[in-house]
Nanobody, 115 residues
Framework: QVQLVESGGGLVQPGGSLRLSCAAS????????MGWYRQAPGKQREFVAS???????NYADSVKGRFTISRDNARSLVYLQMDSLTLEDTAVYYC?????????WGQGTQVTVSS
């Protein structure tokens, strides 16, 4: 059974930084593409970043140059380093595991950017 558990969210001032973590279990993590998505109040869930098993990354235009996705295959972890945060980054952030049979989501972690 695949489980994804996010952590690292919280309250941060504009211009600040946070690092989110997602711990995966129940799947061959090292071969999976992993992603981060977010959902702000009243909005649809949107793509933030992804990383393939080979370490190829992709970012939404809105976070490019500010966010960095990385992974630790030995520990089955994926990270999202978020710098230069703005009010518009406030959302619940979700970790996603892509597989050939199904996609899996974590429960989400709240990120609030406020002065």
């Amino acid at each position: 059974q695949v489980q994804l558990v996010e952590s690292g969210g919280g309250l941060v001032q504009p211009g600040g930084s946070l690092r989110l973590s997602c711990a995966a279990s129940g799947s061959r993590f090292s071969i999976r593409t992993m992603g981060w998505y977010r959902q702000a109040p009243g909005k649809q869930r949107e793509f933030v970043a992804s990383i393939t098993s080979f370490g190829i990354t992709n970012y939404a235009d809105s976070v490019k140059g500010r966010f960095t996705i990385s992974r630790d295959n030995a520990r089955s972890l994926v990270y999202l380093q978020m710098d230069s945060l703005t009010l518009e980054d406030t959302a619940v952030y979700y970790c996603k595991l892509f597989s050939s049979t199904a996609d899996y989501w974590g429960q989400g972690t709240q990120v609030t950017v406020s002065s």
